[in-house]
C-alpha cells in the first residue's frame, strides 16, 4: 500500500496504517503548540495498529493505545535552516534499527513496558527526526523487522 | 310510512359500506405495520425472515432495510472489503487505514459533501459520544477523490474523531451504489457483516445492530482511549506552552537526553550540539 505526500513516499507492508500530513498550523483553535506565524512541514505516522485521529506531533494519543507487538514510527521534518547542522550531520534516513538503540528512557512520555528510539539526520537537503516507539521493549527482536521494512520503503525526495 | 322505510333503507346500506371501507383500510394499515416490525412480541413467529445466528453474518437476508430505502445491491455473495488508500480531507495528505486482519469492527461510511442526506451523517459524527457505537467498532468515513469531490467542502465537514479517507477507488472496491451507504466489516475477518442505508445514523445503527449479535449498542470505541482528565490535559498545555517560550520546542533533543550511570561519560546522545533552539517543523 504505497502513500505519497509532501515529498515524501512509503510502501507499507501488510498489516501498517499510515498517515503523511503537514504539522497542524498553530492556531489558538487548534491548540497545538509553536509560532502561528511558522510554515508548517511535513509529519509522518505509521504504525501496525489503528491511528487515532487524535495525535500529538510524536505520537501522544497513539502510543497510550499500543501494547507490546505495536510500534509506531514518526518521521518529523524541521525547518530548511537546521538542514546539515551540527544536530542533523547524520546523512540519510537510517534503515536499520537494532534493539540496543531503544530505551525507556527515550521517551517523550515515559510509558511503563515502552522503549523509544530518536535519530536526526539530514536526506535531500531536509532535516528530519526519527522517532520509533516500541509497544514493549521485550518485543524488539519480534516487531524491529517490521520496522524496518517500513522504513527501507520509505523515500524522502530532496527539495 | 313507506317513504319513511326506503329513506331508513338506504341510510343504513350507505352506512353499511362505509364500515366495511373503513374495514378495510384498517386491515391494509395494520398489515403494514405488521410488515414494518411493530407491535411484534419476542416468540411470536413473524413473516421475516429468521433472526441472525451468532455467527457473522453474510447473507443479505439477514441485513434488513426499511421498505423505502434501497437494498444492498443484487450480488451473489456480499464483496470482502478492503483496506482504504487515499488523501485526506483537504486533498493533500495521504493516509491509509486498515479494515481487514484488525481486532476491530469497522462502519465504513461511504458520504458525499453535496448530498442532503449525508449531512445528517456528518452532523452525527461529529459528535461521537452520541453515536453510541457497538463496543469495538470504529467508524471511517469515505468520499470520493478530489477529482470528483469538493476537498475543501470535505475539509470543513470531516469529523475530528475519525478518520475521512477521500478515494473513488474504495467506492469501486466495495461496490457502492450511492451515498450515503453504511458497510460494517467484521476486522479479523475481513467480512462484510451487512451493508446498506437510511435516512439517519438512528436508523442505520439499529439495522447495522440486527445484522449482528450485538443486542444493544454498548460503549463505544472511544472508550478504549485512555481518558485523560480536562486538568491533566490543561496542565500539560501549560507545561508546552512555558517550554516553547524557554526555547524548547517539541522534539527538542533535550527532553530526550539518556542520564549515564553514576561515573560515567556522557554518552553521543547527550553530546549533540544543542543551539538552544530548534524551530519545529
Redesign the interface.
Known sequence: MKLQAHGIETELPAGWEGRIALRTQPTAATRSIGDPAERTNPIVHLANFALPEQRGDFGSGAVDLMSEPHVLVVLFEYGPECANTALFSRQGMPKKLTPTMFSGAALQRTLPGQAGCQIFFTEGNRAFCLYTVLGGQSAATRVLPQANATLAGTRILAR | MTALVVVLGLVVAVLALLVVGLLRSHAEILKRLHDLGAGVEPGQPTSQPASPTATPVTSREDFQVMPQVPSPPDREAFGGAA?L?G??AGG???????II??E?DTIVAFLSSGCITCQKFWDAFAKPRKLKLPSGT?IVVVTKGPEAESASSVASLAP????TVMSTQAFTDYDVPGSPYFVYVHGPSGRVRGEGTGPDWEQVSSLLAQATVDAGLATALSG???AKPDADAARE?RI??EL?EAGV???D?S??S??PPDGADATD?DR????GH????
Open positions: 483496506d488508500v488523501v485526506g493533500a495528505d495521504a493516509l491509509s487505514v486498515r486482519g484488525v476491530h470504529r475530528a474523531s475519525f478518520p478504549r482511549q485512555v498545555e508546552d506552552r516553547f520546542a517539541p522534539g533533543p527532553l530526550f539518556v542520564t546522545a549533540h550540539d544543542h543551539d530548534h524551530p519545529h517543523g
